[in-house]
């Protein structure tokens, strides 16, 4: 069985905030996120210690709507909050990368994946919670939080190779929301 890393990369969006009662809201959001794994499998030789073996990096593209509910507490000024909800995924692209190991990894050629085969699933849906803080700047407040995602769908799923990936994995994102 291959040895398997999470890869984490870059994500931006927006998100609005909806008051309901005594401290709860709903924030849905959409977001361009990227995610990714990378598969290494070692050939060992019984009486040398040199690290060789072959891989696949694999990156995707999604774009992602986390239905989020915010429960917080604090003063005008600084809140902290507490996020829960679903989140709903589609991979619009993606790329694998083989690499060669020879006591270093060597990067080959990039090529485009073809989401729209029985391996790879564009949809994912995950449940997704974290904790955050506010603080009012300006017109708007700076927001950090972190989140912990997972994923309940096989977005890869090889029985050729054994290998069935979900998407999950930690966040921290910081922000400035406007006031409207």
Excluded: C, H
């Amino acid at each position: 069985i291959p040895e398997l890393e999470t890869y984490s990369g870059f994500t931006a969006g927006v998100n609005v905030e909806i008051p309901m009662l005594n401290g709860f809201s709903f924030r849905p959001e959409i977001n361009y996120v990227e995610k990714g794994f990378r598969t290494m499998a070692e050939i060992g030789f019984s009486d040398i210690d040199i690290p060789v073996g072959a891989g696949i990096k694999t990156r995707l593209q999604y774009v992602e709507a986390p239905l989020l509910f915010k429960y917080s507490v604090g003063t005008e000024k600084a809140k902290f909050y507490a996020i829960a909800g679903p989140s709903f995924a589609y991979a619009a692209d993606g790329f694998v990368r083989p690499v060669v190991r020879a006591l270093i990894d060597f990067n080959l050629p990039r090529q485009d994946l073809n989401l729209s085969n029985d391996i790879y699933r564009r949809w994912d849906i995950s449940a997704t919670g974290g904790l955050g803080g506010e603080w009012k700047a300006g017109n708007g407040k700076i927001f950090a939080d972190l989140r912990y995602t997972y994923g309940f769908a096989n977005v890869l799923d090889n029985p050729i190779i054994d290998v069935r990936v979900k998407n999950q994995g930690a966040s921290f994102a910081v922000g400035y929301a406007f006031n409207f």
